[in-house]
Structures are given as structure tokens and as C-alpha cells.
């Protein structure tokens, strides 16, 4: 019997947390406003399935996903992860999460920047670059043909492969990008970044461009991912865009 506890239960959250019972795996879900708000959620993902705090979250679970505005990255329950193998999904977004001098310089990523609020846990980056849509309508079971890959970054190799080791029963290969000083390689906008996984990645090229346009009007952001059915990315495919991809700062993006 194996448990993922979930700290954010949004749409990344929520798709995962499907994912894992479909394979099999407890979940404890938790978010912002209490156990309470999400019964509903609970109910549909049926008895594998219960909500608690954060702190429970993170105890319960044999590994944990962080899945919260990286704007919250400091309420993070660091001492209930010491031990525990963290999956980092945060991306970094000013428009959203304010500004963080240390991001926008580049002086570090985004998942070091979560690792040192949680030293004790061993923290892997995975799941955020590819969109919501796409971790559902991708996934697929082990070995079966027109399987997707996900990179992971972390400074744990034996935490790397615990992760791998979930994330293949969730539906996706991996593949290692490196440390997490190496995180940046699919932070957003990056080659690897959210696009390939699009089977219309000119619908995506345009969205980005229009919602870049709604922000700077001063407008406030819709959903950025117009619907599609997703396109498989295969290891080797996306080992190449990792290696080729080039950094992105914050200031450099459509989306900032
Ligand atoms: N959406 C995507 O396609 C996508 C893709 C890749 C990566 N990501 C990244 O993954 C992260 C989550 O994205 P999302 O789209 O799932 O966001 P979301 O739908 O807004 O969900 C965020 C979740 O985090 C919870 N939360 C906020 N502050 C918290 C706190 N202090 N403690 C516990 N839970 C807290 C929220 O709870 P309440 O609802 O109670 O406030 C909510 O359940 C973001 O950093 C995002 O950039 C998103």
C-alpha cells in the first residue's frame, strides 16, 4: 500500500491526484482553506481518497506534492516533509506571485528556492512543465506505445529515482535534467516548456502571445492553454530539448 499526500489540490493537484488512484495509490489531499472544502473533490476521487491539513498531507504521504502558487512557498509544512521526497511543481510567475529578486536575477531556480524553505526534504522538480490538460490526456501505462516523458530535477539521486519509480506509475517516462541548479532547463517559456506536449503548438504560440498582450493592457490573465488533445513527447525527444534549451529569465518572458 503506498500514499501521495498533496499540498494544493488545484488543477494540477486534482489531475495527479486521479492519476494515483487510477494506479492504485492513496491520497490525502489538502489546500489553503481546510479539510472541509474539499469534500467534494474527495467524494469524486473516491475511497482511496481523504482531505486533511498540509501538515497531515505531508505526513501521511510516502511522497508528497507541492502543488501551490510559489507565491505560498514559505507556509510549506517544512518540518512534517523533513525525510519525505517532495515533488515540486511550482513555476514562478511575477505577474501572479510578485516579484523575487533572487529568480529575476537568475541568481537562483525556483525549485532551490522551495528547497531551501524545506531543507529536510529531498525535493525533485517535476510535473511543471507540462499543462494540466495534457498530465491526463497523456499518461499511459508502462511500456505502451506513444508514451510521454517528464523531466525531474533534484540533488537526491535516490530521491530522483523514487520519484521516477511514482511517476511511471502515474503514466510517464523521465528523464534526469540534472541537479536543481539545472531546474532552469524547463522553467517557463524554455523549449521544453509546456509546448511540446501540444498536438496545435501554434494555438499555444498564439494564446501566449495574446495573454503577454492582456497583461501588459493591464487585463487580468484567463486560462493561458487553449483545449487540445496533447502530443506524445518520447524520451529521446525531449533529452534533446533539455540539453539545447537556453535560459529564460523572468524579464525575457511573454508572461512576466
Ligand atoms: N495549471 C497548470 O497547467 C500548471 C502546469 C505546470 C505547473 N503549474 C504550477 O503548479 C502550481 C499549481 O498550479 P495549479 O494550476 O494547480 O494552481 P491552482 O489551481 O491555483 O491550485 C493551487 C492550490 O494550492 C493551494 N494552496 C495555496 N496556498 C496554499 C498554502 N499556503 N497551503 C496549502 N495549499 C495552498 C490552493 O488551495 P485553495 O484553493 O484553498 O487556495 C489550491 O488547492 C503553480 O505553481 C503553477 O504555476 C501549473
Known amino acids: 500500500m503506498s500514499t501521495l499526500g498533496f499540498i494544493g489540490s488545484g488543477n494540477i493537484g486534482s489531475r495527479l491526484a486521479r492519476l494515483a488512484v487510477a494506479a492504485g495509490i492513496d491520497v490525502v489531499m489538502s489546500n489553503s482553506r481546510g479539510p472541509a ?5 474527495v467524494a469524486a476521487l473516491g475511497a482511496r481518497a481523504r482531505a ?3 501538515e497531515e498531507a505531508a505526513e501521511a504521504g510516502d511522497w508528497v506534492v ?3 502558487p510559489l507565491a505560498a512557498y514559505r507556509q ?3 518540518a512534517g516533509l523533513a525525510g519525505k521526497v517532495v515533488l515540486d511543481t ?3 510567475y511575477p505577474f501572479r506571485d510578485g516579484h523575487f529578486e533572487e529568480l529575476d536575477s537568475g541568481r537562483t531556480t525556483s525549485s532551490e528556492l522551495v528547497q531551501a524553505q524545506i531543507r529536510g526534504a529531498h525535493l525533485v522538480k517535476a510535473f511543471s512543465n507540462v499543462g494540466e490538460q495534457h498530465l491526463t490526456a497523456l499518461a ?3 511500456g505502451a506505445a506513444g508514451r510521454s516523458a517528464l523531466p525531474i530535477a533534484g540533488d537526491s539521486p535516490e530521491a530522483k529515482a523514487r520519484a521516477a519509480a511514482l511517476i511511471d506509475r502515474l503514466g510517464f517516462d523521465t528523464v534526469d535534467a540534472g541537479p536543481l541548479a539545472e531546474g532552469w532547463r524547463f522553467e517557463p517559456e524554455t523549449t521544453p516548456y509546456v509546448m511540446p506536449y501540444f498536438s496545435d503548438p501554434e494555438a499555444f504560440a498564439r494564446s501566449l502571445v495574446e495573454l503577454g498582450e492582456e497583461l501588459r493592457s493591464g487585463g487580468t490573465v484567463r486560462s493561458a492553454r487553449p483545449v487540445d488533445a496533447g502530443a506524445p513527447l518520447p524520451a529521446d525527444r525531449l533529452r534533446t530539448l533539455l540539453r539545447e534549451s537556453t535560459r529564460k529569465l523572468p524579464g525575457d518572458r511573454v508572461l512576466r
Not at 37 to 41: M, T, V
Open 76 to 78: 510549506l509544512p517544512a
Open 140 to 142: 499511459r501505462p508502462s
Open 37 to 41: 472544502s474539499l469534500a467534494e473533490k
Open 52 to 54: 486533511a491539513t498540509p
Open 90 to 92: 511550482t513555476n514562478y
Open 66 to 68: 507541492a502543488s501551490i
